[in-house]
């Protein structure tokens, strides 16, 4: 396992690059996100994979709370913060510690999610915020594409579909799991009551574009299949808090790892048990970030309010190929 400390500042979102296996960004906070400013760092692991090293920090007047790379550049950053503006970081264009390539501003309250779109020819990111909408960004234009309203409280996660067009999900403290088509504005194409507490995160398998997994405040998590949406496939049981954030895994269908207020990490295979696997205890406070690393099989990242950022393989998957 390789340790990188975030002097003062308390992790919140950890993302790989998707074309350099050893490069990612973390998001951090001052004072645990309630005040002061952001920080982004630009890691990287040594060759030997024992260590990691700072290439290059960049910071913002409010606490940052997500980050997503660009899929089709890879020196483009996107980041959302607590004072609801959308930042994009060109790491060619600006110096160490240098400001935004662009800032957006919009969102009328905290920003807590932001994805990018998987699909090739989508050149799009998409911001969730506590003002209660999801917005659909270009880059390369000042202004949102659409700003989507359905749910009726603060939104805490939404991301594109891993294979579908147009698609995207959203999960909110209202309880709902919603899916749209960014085509279309007014409604949601599908919704569900998914938990009886707030829902924090959502995720798209990457093998099969029917799976989503939630994860809530009930500590929770639900497996969900789209052809029969009425239900949940299964229910993963374990976590004594609220999930933060729930991942498929890139390289098995059925295996996803969470964090989550228990300051724990923990490795799932929804196919074999509704328990963990693996719980990982390497946390001393919140754990909040979570990537899998595409490019290095079975590889994660996960970072939390202690400072830690820690990248390491499961045991449990050691015998995966």
């Given at each position: 396992?390789?340790?990188?400390?975030?002097?003062?500042?308390?992790?919140?979102?950890?993302?790989?690059?998707?074309?350099?296996?050893?490069?990612?960004?973390?998001?951090?906070?001052?004072?645990?996100?309630?005040?002061?400013?952001g920080t982004l760092y630009f890691l990287e692991l040594t060759p030997d994979g024992c260590g990691i090293v700072e290439k290059?920090?960049?910071?913002?007047?409010?606490?940052?709370?997500?980050?997503?790379?660009?899929?089709?550049?890879?020196?483009?950053?996107?980041?959302?913060?607590?004072?609801?503006?959308?930042?994009?970081?060109?790491?060619?264009?600006?110096?160490?510690?240098?400001?935004?390539?662009?800032?957006?501003?919009?969102?009328?309250?905290?920003?807590?999610?932001?994805?990018?779109?998987?699909?090739?020819?989508?050149?799009l990111f998409i911001s969730a915020s506590w003002d209660s909408t999801v917005k659909i960004w270009d880059p390369i234009r000042?202004?949102?594409?659409?700003?989507?309203?359905?749910?009726?409280?603060?939104?805490?996660?939404?991301?594109?579909?891993?294979?579908?067009?147009?698609?995207?999900?959203?999960?909110?403290?209202?309880?709902?799991?919603?899916?749209?088509?960014?085509?279309?504005?007014?409604?949601?194409?599908?919704?569900?009551?998914?938990?009886?507490?707030?829902?924090?995160?959502?995720?798209?398998?990457?093998?099969?574009?029917?799976?989503?997994?939630?994860?809530?405040?009930?500590?929770?998590?639900?497996?969900?299949?789209?052809?029969?949406?009425?239900?949940?496939?299964?229910?993963?049981?374990?976590?004594?808090?609220?999930?933060?954030?729930?991942?498929?895994?890139?390289?098995?269908?059925?295996?996803?790892?969470?964090?989550?207020?228990?300051?724990?990490?923990?490795?799932?295979?929804?196919?074999?048990?509704?328990?963990?696997?693996?719980?990982?205890?390497?946390?001393?406070?919140?754990?909040?970030?979570?990537?899998?690393?595409?490019?290095?099989?079975?590889?994660?990242?996960?970072?939390?309010?202690?400072?830690?950022?820690?990248?390491?393989?499961?045991?449990?998957?050691?015998?995966?190929?």
């Amino acid at each position: 396992m390789s340790t990188f400390f975030t002097t003062n500042r308390h992790g919140y979102s950890v993302r790989f690059s998707p074309f350099n296996p050893d490069q990612f960004v973390v998001a951090s906070s001052q004072f645990y996100g309630l005040a002061g400013g952001g920080t982004l760092y630009f890691l990287e692991l040594t060759p030997d994979g024992c260590g990691i090293v700072e290439k290059r920090t960049h910071h913002w007047t409010d606490g940052l709370f997500d980050v997503t790379w660009s899929e089709s550049n890879p020196e483009i950053i996107v980041s959302g913060s607590g004072d609801g503006s959308v930042q994009l970081w060109n790491t060619n264009l600006s110096s160490n510690n240098g400001p935004p390539s662009m800032v957006y501003r919009e969102h009328k309250k905290e920003i807590y999610s932001v994805d990018w779109s998987k699909v090739p020819y989508e050149q799009l990111f998409i911001s969730a915020s506590w003002d209660s909408t999801v917005k659909i960004w270009d880059p390369i234009r000042n202004n949102s594409l659409s700003t989507y309203i359905g749910h009726t409280q603060l939104v805490y996660n939404a991301v594109f579909a891993a294979h579908i067009p147009n698609t995207f999900a959203s999960v909110s403290g209202d309880g709902y799991l919603k899916i749209w088509d960014i085509l279309c504005y007014d409604l949601p194409i599908a919704s569900i009551k998914a938990h009886d507490g707030e829902v924090l995160t959502v995720d798209w398998c990457k093998h099969d574009s029917n799976i989503l997994a939630t994860g809530a405040s009930d500590g929770l998590i639900r497996i969900w299949d789209l052809r029969n949406f009425g239900v949940p496939i299964t229910e993963l049981k374990g976590n004594e808090f609220a999930v933060r954030k729930v991942q498929f895994s890139p390289h098995n269908l059925s295996v996803l790892a969470s964090v989550g207020y228990d300051f724990t990490t923990r490795i799932w295979d929804f196919k074999k048990s509704n328990e963990a696997i693996e719980t990982i205890k390497h946390h001393s406070e919140f754990t909040y970030g979570l990537d899998w690393n595409r490019r290095r099989r079975n590889q994660l990242a996960d970072c939390g309010w202690d400072s830690l950022v820690h990248v390491f393989k499961p045991d449990c998957l050691s015998d995966k190929i």
